[in-house]
């Protein structure tokens, strides 16, 4: 399925997805952060599984998944977390969050779930760039079809000269089938917290989804590279608006 997603209300044709290159690069998250999206301002996050911020899917202990040319630790995950992690690293302008901790089954369950959630992060980092979203990222946790629709999908923030800026949650995260050859991981993405932020002016547009609508569900064909942990994303396919994902007034209430 081609990727042309909207906020949960259909308020906007564009999602939001993962890290910026560097946190002095442009000052758009300094000014929003400090005024009208001061909401966005990092939280403690626990990993208790009633937090709606729950901690981030950590990089599999057993598993060398060490930043490569272009790559920055991952340390946006939780204030308990003091270590930095290998991974993408997200600046204060846009954070992934999980309504509540992956849990994981075995080794390679924890792999595949790693690998989709630096995957999405990898996305939201090629919107952040000032020209082409062919980021190192993207092309390592992206492939094939996947590569195309997630490239077209940044490549289109850059364009008009705007980015995602905020809290993008996701919850009901599940590996919906894994083989030797190709995985399948489903969740939803709570985009409420998440504005348009124009790059030239450097002020807050609309949200990307309305408050009380239903979130996307997102699915992820991923297939192994033959290296050792690594898994991409080859194919994604969104339902806008779906039954299955809550709306970000019942998360609220959950907690």
């Known amino acids: 399925m081609a990727r042309s997603r909207a906020g949960g209300g259909g308020t906007d044709q564009d999602g939001p997805r993962g ?5 002095g690069r442009d000052k758009l998250a300094q000014f929003l952060l400090a005024g009208a999206l001061g909401v966005f301002v990092a939280v403690g996050i626990s990993a208790c ?13 057993t598993v060398e998944q060490q930043a490569g040319p272009g790559q920055t630790p991952d340390n946006a995950s939780s204030e308990h977390h ?9 600046p204060n302008t846009i954070q992934v969050l999980y309504a509540t901790t992956p849990a994981f089954q075995d080794l390679t369950h924890h792999i595949v779930l790693w690998n989709a959630s630096q995957a999405y992060k990898a996305q939201y980092a090629a919107a ?11 092309k390592r946790y992206w ?23 905020g809290q993008a949650v996701l919850s009901n995260v599940s590996v919906e089938s894994l083989t030797a050859e190709q995985a399948t991981v489903g969740f939803c993405e709570d985009l409420a917290g998440v504005v348009r932020g124009d790059v030239l002016t ?3 547009g609309k949200a990307l989804q309305e408050h009380g609508t239903l979130g996307n569900r997102i699915v992820f064909t991923m297939v192994p590279t033959g290296s050792k ?20 007034t019942e998360k609220r209430h959950r907690h």
């Open 128 to 138: 952040y760039q000032p020209v082409t979203a062919a980021t190192a990222d993207l």
């Open 19 to 23: 890290r910026a290159p560097e946190r």
């Open 82 to 90: 003091t270590k930095q992690k290998p991974g993408i690293q997200l």
């Open 202 to 204: 450097h002020t807050p």
């Open 143 to 165: 492939t094939g079809a996947g590569y195309a629709q997630a490239h077209g999908w940044a490549q289109n923030w850059i364009d008009t000269k705007h980015q995602p800026v």
């Open 229 to 248: 942990g690594q898994w991409q994303v080859n194919a994604e396919a969104v339902t806008k608006a779906s039954p299955l994902c809550p709306t970000p």
């Open 49 to 61: 599984n009633t937090n709606p911020h729950a901690a981030d899917v950590p990089p599999p202990s």
